[in-house]
């Protein structure tokens, strides 16, 4: 029960954190969009030293928030009761995953893909590629490879917390 709720608390934190952005600002998530897509918005002129700098952000904040996630995931694996590799592990990689699948299923596919709001200025003709789900599972497939890295790195954090 406290896995579950621990899911839909990070689902709802995701969803706080990407959607206001994503409509204010769409461009700040370039890096997440169809590679059609971002072929076009790189053509545009109004975006030309954007792209590169939303590049730059966009890996540090995927490597920053790599060992950011362990250690909050592994807090609240521990705090659950996990105090083994296996179950540390096993609690980070649902958690993680549960975010992943949330994010393919409702935010990709469900908001992102038929959103006019997600749309970046210069980019509304090419409804096809926004819709094409192509991407996005890809982007999850690779989401779940992440999981298991979470997993590998918060089933160590525990076994270091045991020790403390």
């Not at 083994?84 to 949330?102: D, P, W």
């Amino acid at each position: 029960m406290i896995l579950a709720i621990q899911c839909v608390i990070l689902c709802t934190l995701f969803t706080l954190i990407i959607i206001p952005s994503l409509y204010k600002n769409p461009i700040s998530h370039i890096m997440s969009y169809p590679p059609e897509i971002r072929k076009r918005v790189e053509s545009l002129p109004q975006y030309a030293g954007i792209i590169k700098k939303e590049e730059k952000n966009h890996l540090f904040k995927k490597l920053a928030a790599i060992p950011i996630f362990a250690i909050i995931l592994s807090i609240a694996a521990y705090f659950s009761g996990a105090r083994t590799f296996t179950s540390a592990f096993i609690h980070t990689f649902v958690l993680f995953f549960s975010v992943n699948l949330y994010d393919l299923i409702i935010l990709d596919l469900g908001i992102f893909c038929h959103s006019k709001r997600a749309m970046i200025p210069g980019t509304e003709d090419m409804t096809a590629a926004y819709k094409n789900p192509r991407h996005h599972i890809i982007a999850s497939l690779i989401g779940t490879i992440l999981a298991v890295i979470e997993g590998l790195l918060s089933g160590g954090l525990v076994i270091l917390y045991n020790y403390i």
